[in-house]
């Protein structure tokens, strides 16, 4: 019996946990970010950490290296503030702390783990700051007995809960959408940007809560919901009525949104300081249009589509190309639609063609690349041969492709000078133009006193008991910490707004230049004219800690156009110096510029001559099966470039008239081997016609 017992105990533990990690969800955690962000003085995340703290399999691999002091896929462990939410919520393994710590008198105010009390009404201040004390004591003394029990919690609570995240990420796609996320290169440019931006630039994605709620229904931010009496209401005296009229004024909970960008926050309401639309324009567009550029969703050279800047890459073909002549479509919306939606560019161009475009590329440089496209083997050493390859081809890279060095990822390669560089410039000028309003809120991260404290391990004894005298740090100030966390403890960042939205600065930035900067981009007074106010000085009045919205994202996305912009010249510049490199290791004394334009006339003759041909359908399908004598003129033309970039150069003017004479020889029977083709065909097409006619099949 004994053992049936506990049979059935393990699996209700296990049931339990179970049912207990399947039932959060991932609005469950973004709540929790959300509350241990603002608890932190932060603000709010932005989309990648979202998305992975929603992760349930991150997730309970956090949980892990939490209760067992570990450091599995590097995921760091949660802090005590996490730990404190988590648990009050019953969103660690279904323990909550009254369920370990059972004596009530260990308790604060009905918890074992108690958050910081909230002021009550009329509460004089010591007896706040004294309730407050007792609530920091009562916490930190339980949260170690918590963090023990869990370390201890038997295997089936632990299988339990894992196999419940584990189904709720199969049926919610949690894993399936952090890939989702970062499936495309324009995608991991546009989570590059947000993020840098959220670093110097907070206030972007920062809230401001409505303290005066009476003054936000007038400003149309809030509804007031007016509700009927309860009958013990209706019982009270008039004076009563207007006490309790006056609490629920008071009460957030009973107010609506009633505008965009209102939202509600650990009981408060909060009104983003910035349309999150204009803030993505103003951040993003110009880290997008850079690594569209450079993908060659965005390209210069002519597809066929009449709208600047939607051209193509040299080299390749139009993502929905024409018949006649594969570089350009014939279906421009088809063209965009490819390019935008489906982000596709054309393939690369057969040699034949590629090599008119493309004239410092080799033939045998061009096959090289063409089986580093097609390569999918497991290759981890760049250093022999310049070139990577992990997870089948997913990601890859080479170090001398037709574009130079590049990655390449899910089949689309983002060269280093055409993508790379111009995208870094774009989101680095942002990043920098986001620091000028904020230079006098910088700190470096390892002094936010907001951040989680910890008792480091060397605070802890052989039993496991915390030394006396011990202090907790962050984890950037832990001397067991990792040099890459004590190096991030380094950067500065930039220290958010308190509660009520006042902004925070660094007493030790003084200098006017800084003030100055702080100040233009501040919004200014105005009356109810629009006119602005000015004090006795002339100088404009300000609204104080509010932004200037306007030359806010006017900066950073001007900032993003010109760093994107500059650093694409500087790109474009360092890539046409390799091109020349290689021109002339590839064709020895001779001219790339003039070699490039005779190429490009000879490109546009050879496709009017396509065009030209009446039979270019039936001959068309014959070069899928062998020779044609269309493709033995080409190959003759393309013999005839390098003669004709050779006779350009010679510098005495008889030589070059003899040379070229001698080359329009040769073309002329080119041209005159094709006239005889083409009236031996005329001829044939004659008889065929006679004989139809003889059979009575004409139109028919």
Do not use: C
Request: no cysteine; net charge neutral.
């Amino acid at each position: 019996m004994a053992k049936e017992g506990n049979s059935l105990s393990w699996f209700d533990d296990f049931k339990r946990a179970y049912a207990d990690g399947l039932a959060m969800s991932g609005e469950d955690r973004r709540e929790l970010l959300t509350a241990l962000r603002e608890m932190e003085g932060r603000a709010e995340a932005p989309r990648a950490v979202y998305t992975l703290f929603q992760n349930p399999l991150l997730d309970v691999v956090r949980q892990h290296n939490t209760f067992n002091n570990s450091n599995v896929l590097g995921l760091p462990q949660m802090t005590d503030d996490a730990l404190v939410l988590r648990g009050n919520s019953g969103m660690l393994a279904g323990v909550k702390p009254e369920e370990i710590i059972t004596d009530k008198s260990q308790w604060f105010e009905g918890q074992a783990l108690p958050p910081d009390p909230v002021p009550r009404k009329s509460e004089d201040p010591k007896a706040f700051e004294i309730r407050t004390r007792d609530a920091r004591l009562v916490r930190e003394r339980n949260l170690e007995t918590y963090k023990k029990a869990l370390a201890k919690l038997p295997v089936s609570t632990k299988a339990g809960q894992a196999l419940g995240n584990l189904t709720s990420d199969f049926v919610q796609n949690n894993s399936r959408n952090l890939w989702w996320l970062v499936n495309a290169s324009q995608a991991v440019a546009d989570l590059a940007s947000e993020g840098a931006a959220s670093l110097t630039s907070p206030d972007l994605f920062s809230g401001k809560r409505l303290n005066d709620l009476d003054r936000a229904v007038q400003e149309g931010d809030l509804r007031y919901v007016d509700r009927p009496l309860s009958q013990e209401e209706k019982q009270l005296d008039d004076f009563a009525q207007i006490d309790i009229e006056s609490a629920r004024r008071k009460d957030p909970g009973n107010y609506v949104q009633a505008s965009p960008g209102v939202y509600r926050a650990r009981g408060h309401w909060k009104k983003r300081m910035f349309n999150p639309n204009l803030v993505n324009a103003a951040v993003m567009l110009p880290a997008a249009a850079a690594i569209n550029s450079g993908v060659g969703l965005m390209g210069g050279t002519d597809a066929g589509i009449p709208i600047p800047g939607l051209g193509r890459r040299e080299g390749y073909a139009a993502a929905v190309p024409s018949e006649d002549d594969a570089r350009k479509t014939e279906n421009a919306l088809a063209e965009v639609a490819t390019r935008y939606i489906l982000s596709r560019e054309g393939k690369l161009l057969p040699w034949s063609e590629f090599a008119k475009e493309r004239v410092d590329v080799s033939k045998q440089q061009y096959n090289d690349y063409i089986s580093y496209e097609r390569d999918r083997d497991l290759d981890l050493n760049p250093f022999d041969d310049g070139k990577f390859n992990v997870a089948g081809g997913v990601l890859k890279g080479t170090s001398d492709g037709i574009h130079g060095a590049e990655l390449q990822f899910l089949g689309k390669n983002i060269p280093v000078n055409e993508a790379l560089l111009p995208t870094a410039g774009a989101i680095g000028a942002t990043v920098l133009a986001g620091l000028l309003p904020n230079a006098r809120r910088l700190r470096k991260r390892k002094n936010n006193p907001s951040l989680s404290k910890f008792f480091p391990k060397d605070a802890y004894d052989k039993s496991g008991e915390v030394k006396f005298g011990a202090e907790k740090v962050n984890k950037y100030q832990d001397k067991n910490a990792s040099p890459l966390t004590k190096f991030f403890g380094e950067i500065p960042e930039v220290m958010p707004r308190d509660v009520d939205g006042n902004i925070q600065r660094n007493p030790n930035i003084k200098n006017p230049a800084l003030e100055s900067l702080e100040n233009f981009f501040t919004k200014s007074q105005r009356d109810e004219n629009g006119k602005l106010k000015r004090d006795e000085a002339g100088k404009v009045l300000k609204v104080a800690d509010t932004p200037d919205k306007g030359r806010v994202l006017g900066s950073l996305f001007g900032a993003g156009t010109a760093g994107f912009i500059g650093a694409g010249m500087l790109g474009s510049n360092i890539e046409d110096e390799r091109r020349r490199r290689n021109f002339e290791e590839n064709r020895p004394g001779l001219d790339y510029d003039l070699f490039k334009q005779n190429a490009a006339e000879l490109a546009e003759r050879k496709v009017a001559m396509v065009k030209a041909n009446p039979n270019r359908k039936e001959e068309r399908a014959d070069s899928k099966v062998g020779f044609n004598a269309r493709a033995y003129q080409s190959s003759l033309m393309d013999s005839a470039l390098e003669q004709q970039v050779l006779v350009d150069q010679i510098v005495n003017e008889d030589k070059q008239i003899r040379a070229q004479s001698a080359l329009n020889e040769s073309q002329k029977t080119i041209n005159k081997a094709q006239s005889i083709e083409e009236e031996i065909r005329r001829r044939r097409e004659g008889i065929k016609d006679t004989d139809d006619q003889a059979n009575g099949t004409i139109g028919f």
